[in-house]
Every structure is written in C-alpha cells, then in structure tokens.
C-alpha cells in the first residue's frame, strides 16, 4: 500500500495509500481468520482486527453511499468511491465537507478537480497546547511572508519539494527579546518556523470553508454525521462486524444505511397512518432481504467448507 508523495497528479486509484508505510505492523501483519482486516489501536482497548465504515450523506441527513475499507486505510481513500457512488444516483454534488483529515492536497485537488467547492479545512501541522498556532501568524501574501503575534517577520527560507510545503523561519534576535517567546517557542529552541502548502487548492479550499455557506455546511456536518454513526453503533449492530471478509462487511454496512435511511424518511412524513404503514412495509421489506442474504451466505459458508 505504500507508494510516493503526492506530486500534483491526480490519481483516484492511489488517493490514501500514498501515506502509509508498509512497515506498519497493521499492514504488514495478517489474520488467518479473516485476511482483509487490519489491525486498528485505541488508547485504553489496544489492538484489534477492524474495519472502516464511510458514509457519504445530503443536507437531511439521508445516506447516498456507502463503502467500507481495512481499518489501515487512510479515511482519503474512500473517498473516489463515496463520490463516483454518489453521481450514479444524483450526479456530482456542487459541495462537500469533512473534518480536517480529509484536507490532504491530493484529496482536495481530486474534488476540485471535479468542480465539487471544498467545504474543508486543509490540514496542517499540530501545535503543542498552550501554544501559539499557526493561525495566529499573518500571511502578507505581497511580502511573501509571515507576521508573528508580536508583529515580527518569519522570512521564506526553504521549499519541501517532496511535502510541497514552504517554510518560513523568524529572526533568532528577535525570538531572544521577544515577551511572548514562552507561548510560542517550546524548549531550548530560539527561532519559530511556519510553513504553508504551495497548492492552489488549498486557498481555494480555505476560501470555500470560511465562506457563509461553507461555515453553515461544516456546522452541520458534525451533527449529521456524528448522529448517524452514533445510531447505527447504538441500535443497529455497527460497532462490530457480523462476518469476515470485505465484501461481506460491506453488504452488513449497506443494509445499516437502508434501514437508517428508512427510519428518516418515514420521520420525514406528516400523516401519521401512513407512517405506520410505510414504517411496517419497510420493517416486513428488510426483515425479507435479512433472509435471502443469510441464506446466501450459509450456502457459501457450506460450499466453503
């Protein structure tokens, strides 16, 4: 899964396996039992065999698609699939919005590309708490070059051509005499450096993400989205997987989506009678499917074994 840094070119078919090392104990170790899982830690539970679930939804909160990965896949490289998923049924969304670890260059500049406005922040370097971030230093965009709180200059000093990052570093007199150096200089160090991508869809992607709707989409984001995962973990089984193997996984992952989908339209409805006749046609409709494909699979596991 490992591969080069992102170098401009857009290509769906490596967009989150550039990131990953394929030293990686969670690649590089396999199950016996079920061979598409990866190993997944989480402070306090350790490691365990996992899956990823990603879910792509509107403005109402109804889920248009859905795809399920190893858990050592980037959350970036679903996205080809949650977007191509998506146009089948409703053509390519004028905007998207995700948290901050969707703001990759290659992630960005594979939606902009498809002229999707990038309702994300672009990621960047985390800062130690307590400390200044690097929001709280001015680009003067004339000057090429950053502003510090305190008014002084970091001047352009290098290019990361690999990252496709610029840096900027301060005066180290200036960091020595500087009031503010504890809250922006951590340890020994007597200088302060900021970087920033070099990438047009980065400031398109910050312009889009400021804007009002942009802001109104990102607020809102977080309670569609985090609403859904939470139901479908509470009181549809999601927070483990029924069967082994991708494919499976995924079919467990779709008929969640269903069935949510189902529960919000009806809630969408006014007359409660026909709510409760779609409601317990729905019920009937899905309990059916649950049927067919348990069947299937205990065929295959049959045949398997």
């Known amino acids: 899964m490992a591969g080069d840094f992102f170098t401009g070119e857009v290509d769906k078919n490596k967009i989150g396996k550039r990131r990953r090392d394929v030293n990686r104990a969670s690649i590089r170790k396999k199950s016996t039992t079920d061979p598409d899982a990866t190993l997944y830690y989480r402070p306090g539970k350790g490691s365990h065999l996992s899956y990823k679930a990603h879910i792509a939804t509107d403005t109402n909160g109804i889920i248009t698609a859905v795809s399920a990965s190893p858990s050592s896949l980037h959350d970036i490289g679903a996205v080809p699939t949650l977007i191509e998923s998506h146009e089948k049924i409703l053509g390519v969304p004028g905007w998207v919005t995700a948290d901050t670890k969707y703001g990759s260059e290659e992630c960005l500049a594979y939606l902009q590309d498809k002229n999707i406005k990038t309702a994300i922040k672009p990621e960047t370097k985390t800062n130690k ?25 970091l001047k352009r000093k290098a290019k990361n051509y690999t990252h496709n990052r610029i840096a900027y570093k301060s005066n180290k007199k200036d960091c020595n005499s500087c009031l503010l150096k504890d809250k922006c200089i951590s340890g020994k160090g007597n200088f302060r450096t900021v970087s920033h991508y070099d990438s047009p869809c980065y400031s398109k992607a910050l312009a889009y993400y400021y804007s009002g709707y942009g802001r109104a989409l990102h607020k809102l984001r977080g309670t569609v989205i985090e609403g859904i995962f939470g139901q479908a973990k509470e009181y549809h089984g999601m927070s483990k997987a029924r069967f082994r193997g991708l494919k499976k996984v995924e079919i467990q992952f779709l008929m969640t989506a269903i069935a949510l989908n189902l529960k919000k339209m009806v809630r969408m409805l006014y007359v409660p009678e026909v709510k409760d006749r779609i409601a317990n046609a729905f019920t009937n409709f899905i309990q059916a499917v649950k049927d067919v494909l348990w069947n299937l699979i205990k065929e295959e596991v049959i045949q398997v074994s």
């Open 129 to 153: 708490p307590g400390f200044f971030s690097r929001e709280r230093f001015a680009y003067d965009k004339k000057r090429d070059c950053y502003v510090c709180p305190n008014g002084k200059v």
